[in-house]
């Protein structure tokens, strides 16, 4: 018990770890259950995240480089990337289909 | 326990609970918000491992780029602004078993593998500087094609969502 407590009181490098690992979890979480395409996309938003808090602190605590803040820079250029071109898929869907949820999407033509 | 302590926890559990909202609302709207609140909770992680460049980073992009993007998804893509924006979940049992056990071996591993840790944490310098000799440096190849990959990706981006519909 006073094991946990004195881990609790001092934020290291295993705290972040388990935070990314709550936060990817919950972004899985979202994307296996979620019937709306927009949602599938805020799910795979928090698994990024989650996987930069990862970077960040190894680079902080466990290499003390920048190269992890620089692998964040590019998680994020591509995260924004994706965002835009799945935001343009999903609006094409929804013109064909009138719908974006996942699970009535089942045709490959009209 | 000294006040970043708390303030670091606070801060978790605005993350941490947002994300939740965001997994579990039904309203589609709500679940936006909360994530506007999960990616500043982030962006205050960053700033917690002293990340400051990539915490205003954060902000610009995630909350001023992408959420805006997702909100206007969600927007265009719903017949009726005024009512309800729903959506409903599927396979919630089995998704819950195969994330609990995912989350538990990943926590498991956290928590029992002996992480290579600096005895003495780096001198806390500036980031941007550091980052920006990194991207002329070491990182130019990376950042050259990371660059002309968002280029392409943002032109395709608008070529798809403008093309029009020939039926």
Known sequence: MDDILTWLEHPGLT????????LFS?????????????????????????????????????????????ITVFVIILAAAEAAIALAIVLNIYQTFNTVNVDEINKLKD | MDLATVIFYVFVLITLGSAAVVVVSRNIVRAAFALLFTLFGVAAMYAFLMADFLAVTQLLVYVGGILVLLIFGVMLTNRQIS???????????????????????LAGIVWSTQWNILSQPPAETAGAPKIGEMFLGSYLLPFEIASAVLLVALIGAALIARRERTS
Do not use: P
């Open chain 1, 26 to 70: 919950m972004g899985l979480y979202a994307i296996l259950t979620r019937k709306n395409a927009i949602m599938v996309l805020m799910g795979i938003e928090l698994m990024l995240n989650a996987s930069g808090i990862n970077f960040i602190a190894f680079g902080r605590y466990s290499t003390g480089t920048f190269d992890g803040q620089v």
């Open chain 1, 15 to 22: 705290h972040f770890l388990l935070l990314s690992v709550l």
């Open chain 2, 83 to 105: 009512v309800d924006i729903k959506t409903g979940t599927v396979q919630t049992w089995l998704a819950a078993l195969i994330v609990a056990a995912l989350g538990g071996t």
